[in-house]
């Protein structure tokens, strides 16, 4: 049975892992790599790389605001 504790740290383990994976994407680019170099690298698909590809490249947003603009898309297009 799953608890709000559980559900609320699940929550968090899964924003820190995407928060990771924008952060690592953000220091890919820096590099001048391409959204097939970065998933292949990160092991991740190129569906999951390229709205955070994108949304790195066209702003200077934050990983957070970059967070938040993913995590709207996603609840609005499962």
């Known amino acids: 049975m799953c608890t709000i504790l559980d559900a609320a740290e699940e929550r968090g383990v899964n924003r820190g892992e995407t928060l990771k994976l924008i952060m690592m994407v953000q220091k890919k680019i820096k590099k001048g790599d391409s959204i097939a170099k970065i998933a292949d690298d990160l092991v991740e698909d190129e569906i999951v790389i390229s709205p955070i590809y994108k949304m790195v ?20 297009n499962p």
């Open 57 to 76: 490249k066209e702003s200077e947003d934050t990983e957070r605001d970059i967070y938040q603009r993913v995590t709207c898309s996603h609840h609005l």
